[in-house]
């Protein structure tokens, strides 16, 4: 078995589609990092303008902000806390008068950085298998070896341990260069530890991403259909906003089941989301109901995400036609 | 396919490969459609066997049931003895095969390709060269498998197989699209390996060909078969040979002809074709023009009309009414007295 991997991790890092998933990883993450330098290291100059605009932004909102808050009530604004967040005070980050914090931003770069891998590694993972079906080399391959389990599963652990590194390489890069520049400019490393966790757990996102890539792509025999999947989910999901958005809709339940929130959960250790209940009978007022999606919840999810398919792919290769 | 259900007919060690019974219907939009059904083959170990058959007959099929590439609906394997697909892990080291077209990474050389073979099943990386250098590509280990000729292609595919030193090899219509120096030097491959005491299964649509270099021959014709044995004796079930002589008086030569002996019949305008009357042996082309020249009849032309595979197979799909590559509706499953009857037949 080590033979095989060996072999299929040979294969998958020759091929072109890997080094140019690998160099646009790579060029996203340096772009990324210089995207936050300004935020995270702005110069003395521009934090001077920033503290400038930021004490007259300030000075402004003393001025009006009781203002604006008995207009709103007056309007119809049903409380004074609804009114008061209609109308929020200038924070110094708003004008970049100090430095982003590592928290903030390494936090951004970490969902970034696992959302680039994990649509890369989905896209290799399933170029990896589709273009064995398309050449027939997969046949070729089975004549040497004709032990189907064996076959689908040396492919799995090479594609699960390329995307890893992949996910890996994205993720702790952009936090590692991220930290470096925050620290050059004298900041602290605000819950690193935290941040790291948070990166661990992309890339295991970015690993099941790959698997998913390749077991749909080996059960659909082709790269393009299994890039269409997601493809398709994201035009299903735009339509679906419609019915689950409402707290008394019939599909109400369904936020938890979907994939995007799942995500979030699993990366941020949960995560919340809004339903809307109607107050009048005409519907022109609502309340929000905020919803929390456990990270216990999104770990389940993702590992019987992982476990079916694993049996489903592991199933139907050992079962089909190649020819 | 039942591993329990005894095999129709005993295991032969003296047999490379065997299939029995061997059936495999595909569904289509139109139903099911059979293309192997009810195949018994027979492959001596040693020397080149022809697999021989229209296109569709349902060669490919077998080959691919017989390396675990598609699964059968009924029947019976053996590859050295053991049945497959079951068993197909313990002998595949000693199978090397070609399935249609050689299936390689366009992109990659045709050394790393190789080599992720080689990998896979273990062999040393210095295994690649040899291989490389025995079917003469040496030299272009380094260049990308699309940018290959098909002979080079298909030397890439033999050199494949050869990684695993195997005793039996399939090669599955290897000369398709090859100009006649391809196809030449395939079949000098083929009889050298052959000749090193490996067991070669060549399928082939274009009977002839393989007349060339077989040692003993399949036949088959919709997935079923129609005959097997050893070339002279296929080429003899096509009739016997006869020479056709171009004379100017055929019915008068043909009266000298019957009078010596032979068995003459008109054959196309202005010829009579000879053949040897019952009891007489071999035909002798001497003794034919002897006998019209002591009569004063002199040959104009004098051809030998040999009887080969080709005619061999036209004649048998003719008897049995069965075309080429035509789709046939699924007939009901034999009854397992035929299919018994079918074997004692056989064997």
Same mark, same amino acid.
């Given at each position: 078995m080590i033979r095989l991997v060996g072999a299929e991790l040979t294969r998958l890092r020759s091929r072109r589609l890997s080094i140019v998933a690998?160099?646009?990883?790579?060029?996203?993450?340096?772009?990324?990092?210089?995207?936050?330098?300004?935020?995270?290291?702005?110069?003395?100059?521009?934090?001077?303008?920033?503290?400038?605009?930021?004490?007259?932004?300030?000075?402004?909102?003393?001025?009006?902000?009781?203002?604006?808050?008995?207009?709103?009530?007056?309007?119809?604004?049903?409380?004074?806390?609804?009114?008061?967040?209609?109308?929020?005070?200038?924070?110094?980050?708003?004008?970049?008068?100090?430095?982003?914090?590592?928290?903030?931003?390494?936090?951004?770069?970490?969902?970034?950085?696992?959302?680039?891998?994990?649509?890369?590694?989905?896209?290799?993972?399933?170029?990896?298998?589709?273009?064995?079906?398309?050449?027939?080399?997969?046949?070729?391959?089975?004549?040497?070896?004709?032990?189907?389990?064996?076959?689908?599963?040396?492919?799995?652990?090479?594609?699960?341990?390329?995307?890893?590194?992949?996910?890996?390489?994205?993720?702790?890069?952009?936090?590692?260069?991220?930290?470096?520049?925050?620290?050059?400019?004298?900041?602290?490393?605000?819950?690193?530890?935290?941040? !790291?966790?948070?990166?661990?757990?992309?890339?295991?996102?970015?690993?099941?991403?790959?698997?998913?890539?390749?077991?749909?792509?080996?059960? !659909?025999?082709?790269?393009?259909?299994?890039?269409?999947?997601?493809?398709?989910?994201?035009?299903?999901?735009?339509?679906?906003?419609?019915?689950?958005?409402?707290?008394?809709?019939?599909?109400?339940?369904?936020?938890?089941?979907?994939?995007?929130?799942?995500?979030?959960?699993?990366?941020?250790?949960?995560?919340?989301?809004?339903?809307?209940?109607?107050?009048?009978?005409?519907?022109?007022?609502?309340?929000?109901?905020?919803?929390?999606?456990?990270? !216990?919840?999104s770990g389940v999810y993702w590992l019987t995400v992982v476990v079916v398919a694993v049996l489903v792919g592991a199933g139907v290769f050992k079962r089909r036609d190649v020819t | 396919m039942s591993t329990s259900a005894p095999p129709r007919h005993a295991r032969d060690p003296e047999l490379a490969l065997s299939t029995s019974g061997l059936r495999k219907t595909y569904r289509t939009r139109r139903g099911r459609r059979v293309a192997v059904e009810g195949l018994d083959l027979r492959v001596p170990r040693g020397g080149v066997h022809g697999f021989l058959g229209p296109n569709g007959?349902?060669?490919?099929?077998?080959?691919?049931?017989?390396?675990?590439?598609?699964?059968?609906?009924?029947?019976?394997?053996?590859?050295?003895?053991?049945?497959?697909?079951?068993?197909?892990?313990?002998?595949?080291?000693?199978?090397?095969?070609i399935v249609e077209q050689p299936k390689f990474f366009p992109a990659f050389t045709a050394r790393r390709n190789l080599e992720l073979l080689a990998a896979a099943i273990g062999a040393p990386r210095s295994r690649v060269d040899q291989v490389l250098t025995e079917v003469g590509l040496g030299e272009r280990g380094k260049d990308r498998f699309r940018s290959y000729s098909l002979g080079m292609k298909q030397r890439l595919a033999i050199a494949g197989t050869l990684l695993k030193d195997p005793e039996l090899l399939i090669f599955d219509e290897p000369t398709n699209g090859l100009d006649p120096a391809g196809i030449h030097e395939i079949r000098e491959t083929m009889r050298s390996l052959a000749d090193a005491?490996?067991?070669?299964?060549?399928?082939?649509?274009?009977?002839?060909?393989?007349?060339?270099?077989?040692d003993t021959v399949t036949i088959i014709g919709r997935g079923r078969l129609l005959a097997e044995g050893d070339v002279a004796s296929i080429l003899a079930r096509g009739g016997t040979e006869a020479v056709r002589v171009r004379v100017p008086d055929p019915a008068a030569a043909a009266e000298v002809l019957t009078a010596a002996g032979f068995a003459p019949e008109p054959g196309p305008p202005g010829t009579v074709l000879v053949r040897a009357a019952a009891g007489q042996g071999r035909l002798n082309a001497a003794s034919v023009t002897r006998a019209l020249a002591s009569r004063e009849i002199y040959l104009a032309e004098l051809v030998w009309q040999r009887p080969d595979l080709e005619e061999v197979f036209l004649s048998l799909t003719s008897e049995e009414h069965l075309g080429a590559g035509v789709s046939h509706p699924v007939p009901p499953p034999p009854p397992p007295a035929a299919a018994a009857r079918r074997d004692g037949g056989r064997s």
């Open positions: 690998a160099l646009v990883v790579l060029a996203a993450v340096a772009l990324f990092q210089i995207a936050i330098h300004s935020e995270v290291a702005p110069s003395a100059a521009v934090q001077a303008q920033g503290q400038q605009a930021y004490e007259q932004a300030q000075k402004e909102w003393q001025d009006s902000h009781a203002t604006n808050v008995a207009e709103c009530l007056q309007e119809g604004g049903s409380t004074q806390e609804e009114c008061e967040s209609y109308d929020p005070a200038p924070t110094p980050q708003n004008y970049s008068a100090v430095p982003e914090s590592f928290d903030e931003v390494g936090s951004i770069g970490v969902t970034t950085a696992a959302y680039l891998a994990m649509f890369t590694s989905f896209l290799v993972a399933a170029s990896f298998i589709g273009a064995e079906y398309a050449t027939g080399s997969l046949a070729n391959w089975l004549t040497f070896v004709p032990q189907r389990l064996k076959v689908f599963v040396s492919k799995g652990v090479a594609v699960v341990l390329g995307s890893a590194l992949l996910g890996a390489v994205a993720v702790f890069a952009t936090l590692g260069l991220t930290a470096a520049q925050v620290a050059a400019h004298g900041e602290p490393l605000v819950r690193a530890g935290h941040l !790291a966790a948070s990166g661990g757990r992309a890339v295991v996102l970015v690993a099941v991403a790959g698997l998913l890539g390749y077991v749909l792509a080996l059960l !659909a025999r082709h790269t393009v259909a299994a890039i269409v999947v997601p493809l398709a989910y994201g035009l299903v999901r735009t339509v679906l906003v419609g019915f689950t958005q409402d707290a008394d809709a019939p599909l109400a339940w369904l936020p938890p089941y979907l994939p995007e929130l799942n995500l979030q959960a699993f990366l941020d250790r949960g995560a919340t989301y809004s339903q809307y209940r109607s107050v009048l009978a005409d519907g022109s007022d609502y309340t929000e109901i905020e919803k929390h999606v456990s990270f !216990a919840h | 007959s349902g060669k490919t099929t077998t080959i691919r049931m017989l390396l675990g590439l598609i699964r059968p609906d009924s029947g019976t394997m053996t590859v050295f003895d053991h049945p497959v697909p079951e068993r197909l892990p313990e002998v595949v080291d000693r199978v090397g095969a005491g490996r067991t070669v299964l060549v399928s082939s649509h274009i009977l002839n060909e393989v007349q060339q270099v077989a």
